[in-house]
């Protein structure tokens, strides 16, 4: 059975760092694909980042760009997500995600599709002074 | 990168077809995912590649696209689905991007 825990969360005052961990089971976690997504109080889903299958591929949202770094060790079966100068607006639940993507030869073009099959249950993280 | 528009709502009566729609310029080259989120959960998926369902997802939902626009029709609408749906792509303009629409609540009158 796949499963993501997610743990690290927690208050943290406006500037602060923390840093999240992911961590999986029930798959050959090495050979997957990983993505942060987050969810402000009564808002949608927001994508945070994205981590290639050996780490060496990284993008991230604009709106955190700068301020977060993702990784993964691959031994560990985790993945990670610091996060420094923290905002209000940062305050969100933070889903790890497992992901999937390929591009697809369709007649006359590559497609490209990318989805995240398998969720965490979240850590909440909370920036408030 | 760019977005995706969905319906802020939609309601349905039970046992009728709930049809929620996502428009988004870069949908004719990038498939589409739907996920579903109930209070307090974490998102399920259940579209993936516009119209592909993983195993035990019901049949009852079921993916389509046609141009800039992905919709997920949900057949013979139970109680238990109503929830937020929310759709998602990737954005391969640049670096690799991903997309969520804003989200659908469902309302089961």
């Known amino acids: 059975e796949v499963q993501l825990v997610e743990s690290g969360g927690g208050l943290v005052q406006p500037g602060g760092s923390l840093r999240l961990s992911c961590a999986a089971s029930?798959?050959?976690?090495?050979?997957?694909?990983m993505n942060w997504v987050r969810q402000a109080p009564g808002k949608g889903l927001e994508w945070v980042s994205y981590?290639?299958?050996?780490?060496?591929?990284?993008h991230y949202a604009d709106s955190m760009r700068g301020r977060i770094t993702m990784s993964r060790d691959n031994a560990k079966n985790s993945v990670y997500l610091q996060m420094n100068s923290l905002r209000a607006e940062d305050t969100a639940v933070y889903y790890c995600?497992?992901?999937?993507?390929?591009?697809?030869?369709?007649?006359?073009?590559?497609?490209?599709?990318?989805?995240?099959?398998?969720w965490g249950q979240g850590t909440l993280v909370t920036v408030s002074s | 990168s760019y977005e995706l528009t969905q319906p802020p709502s939609v309601s349905v009566s039970p046992g009728q077809t709930a049809r929620i729609t996502c428009s988004g310029d870069?949908?004719?080259?990038?498939?589409a995912s739907w996920y579903h989120q109930k209070p307090g959960q974490a998102p399920v998926l259940l579209i993936y590649?516009?119209?592909e369902r993983p195993s035990g997802i019901p049949e009852r939902f079921s993916g389509s696209s046609s141009g800039t626009t992905v919709t997920l029709t949900i057949s013979g609408v139970q109680a238990e689905d109503e929830a937020d749906y929310y759709c998602?792509?990737?954005?391969?303009?640049?670096?690799?991007?991903?997309?969520f629409g804003g989200g659908t609540k469902l309302t089961v009158l």
């Open positions: 995600a497992r992901a999937q993507t390929s591009l697809v030869v369709v007649p006359g073009a590559i497609r490209t599709t990318g989805y995240c099959d398998y």
């Open positions: 029930g798959f050959s976690f090495s050979s997957y694909e």
């Open positions: 981590i290639g299958s050996s780490g060496t591929t990284i």
């Open positions: 870069a949908l004719p080259s990038q498939y």
């Open positions: 590649k516009d119209s």
């Open positions: 998602q792509s990737t954005d391969t303009s640049g670096d690799l991007l991903w997309v």
